[in-house]
């Protein structure tokens, strides 16, 4: 079967960075996808990564390692508006995205 | 100007009723798609819609139907509503950025549904 796996909860101090880690298990691979939802919200698109590496998008950056079926979601300077759940989504061969239960990412002052 | 547009944001209704969810999209968009978001917050997809083709999920029971009157337009229909159904249903469209090839998913405001 297809798998993503990402932490439950993670929680990060105001001002600190953090890592939300992403593996993945798919039939064929065509672009992993990060969004961010808020409570009670809409999810909205952060970031894509299709090659190996790293994309950086101001305080977020996104890696990739598809030998691995690994990414994460590095989040910079946390603010307190930060806090929101972190969805990762891999594309698979049929171009179907399969979407983790996503992080729920809580900062402290 | 909304981009993904839902409508009712909430709805309550009893077991057994028929309810229809409307989704519209004003970025012209040809794909269009329905979400389902548990209360253990996965996102399952249920349907992916072009002018050309309707891809449903075979884990969706026939209860549910997606109806296009347009390309800006896909709605749902639920029919014999079950407490199993609810959850909170996103609308979303999506474009190929042809410079990236990046399809991203802009996604409705959702419609929480709650069966009685």
């Known amino acids: 079967g297809q798998n993503i796996d990402q932490p439950t909860e993670m929680t990060a101090t105001e001002g600190a960075i953090v890592q939300i880690n992403c593996t993945y298990q798919t039939s064929g691979f065509n672009g992993l996808f990060w969004y961010q939802q808020h409570a009670g919200e809409a999810p909205t698109f952060l970031s894509y990564n299709v090659l190996d590496g790293l994309e950086e998008k101001g305080r977020f950056s996104s890696f990739l390692s598809r030998s691995k079926g690994y990414s994460y979601l590095l989040l910079k300077e946390l603010q307190m508006k930060d806090s929101a759940s972190y969805l990762c989504a891999v594309r698979d061969s049929n171009y179907q995205l399969i979407w983790g239960a996503g992080t729920k990412l809580i900062i402290k002052p | ?116």
């Open chain 2, 1 to 116: 100007d909304t981009a993904v547009s839902q409508t009712p944001k909430y709805l309550v209704t009893q077991m057994g009723n028929d309810k229809s969810i409307k989704c519209e999209q004003n970025l012209g968009h040809d794909t269009m798609y329905w979400y389902k978001q548990d209360s253990k917050k996965f996102l399952k997809i249920m349907f992916s819609y072009n002018n050309k083709e309707l891809i449903i999920n075979e884990t969706v029971p026939n209860r549910f139907s997606p109806k296009s009157p347009d390309k800006a337009h896909l709605n749902l229909h639920i029919n014999s509503l079950e407490l199993g159904d609810s959850a909170v249903y996103f609308c979303a469209s999506s474009q190929v950025d042809s410079g990236r090839g990046v399809e991203t998913q802009y996604f409705g405001p959702g419609t929480r549904l709650l069966v009685l």
